[in-house]
């Protein structure tokens, strides 16, 4: 309790230090081990995602990628993570997007992107209904924030940065078998790139060729 009131006192004093400190929502996130690698053109790649990403599309997205469902196609949703890592992508929710859809999660070729958002599970009394004036316009980001656990509602909260891996030729030095991980944290920073050990511990184990294939449909 202690602890928790003094960090927020310091983060707070930070965050009227200018740039490059945590702003007043506190550290930016995700948080990787020291040392990690920022290789200088993985980085720049890394950006580039950052910024290109949200045109690709939610990989759970039916009104986007399955609009003539004989059900009625859903918008993407927010997923628990399965991964109970705290310091990366456990006790988040989370949501994918990936540059070839078609080819994720078993058949990645060089180029492939995935970016895994990531938020605060925020606890709720329930879930606002979902705003359908996009779920015409397949192109559009159709997102309804909120998962079920333990019957609990949770609203997808205050973002916790980008997980991000693509898939360069294996035989890239500085790539575990042509894949680059990435970290972006909440402020668009890249904060590590390149094979970075934490990562590497679970997506080596990982079935599809170091991805894990979240849900393509969002129930
Ligand atoms: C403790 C294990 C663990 C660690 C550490 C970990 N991941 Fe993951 N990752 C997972 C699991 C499990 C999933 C599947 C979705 C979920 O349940 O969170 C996943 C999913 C992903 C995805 C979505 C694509 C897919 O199909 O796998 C990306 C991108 C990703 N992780 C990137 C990263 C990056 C970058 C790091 C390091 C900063 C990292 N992960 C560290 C376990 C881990």
């Known amino acids: 309790m202690r602890r928790t009131l003094v ?11 200018g740039a490059g400190e945590p702003g ?5 996130l995700p948080v990787v081990e020291a040392g990690a690698p920022l290789d200088a053109t993985f980085a720049a790649r890394a950006r580039e995602i950052a910024r ?8 759970d997205d039916e009104l986007r990628w399955a609009p003539f469902l004989c059900r009625q196609p859903m918008p993407a949703s927010a997923h628990v993570s399965a991964s109970g890592h705290v310091d990366t992508h456990g006790q988040k929710l ?12 078993a058949d990645s070729q060089v180029g492939q992107v995935v970016v895994k958002e990531s938020f605060v599970p925020e606890p709720v009394e329930q879930a606002a ?3 359908q ?24 909260g205050a973002p916790a940065g980008l997980f991000v891996m ?54």
């Open 7 to 17: 960090l927020g006192l310091v983060w707070g004093m930070l965050g009227c230090s």
């Open 24 to 28: 007043p929502q506190g550290p930016t």
């Open 52 to 59: 290109q990403y949200k045109a690709w599309g939610r990989v």
């Open 94 to 105: 989370y949501s994918v997007f990936v540059r070839d859809r078609e080819r994720y999660p």
């Open 129 to 131: 209904p979902f705003d």
């Open 133 to 156: 004036t996009t779920a015409q316009n397949v192109e559009a980001d159709h997102f309804h924030p909120y998962v079920v656990k333990d019957g609990v509602t949770y609203r997808a």
């Open 166 to 219: 693509f898939k360069l030729s294996p035989t890239t030095v500085g790539t575990d078998r042509g894949w680059v991980y990435a970290t972006v944290n909440t402020a668009g920073e890249v904060s590590a790139a390149g094979r970075i050990a934490s990562c590497m511990t679970c997506h080596e184990d990982a079935e599809h060729d170091r991805l894990f294939g979240v849900q393509t449909s969002p129930y």
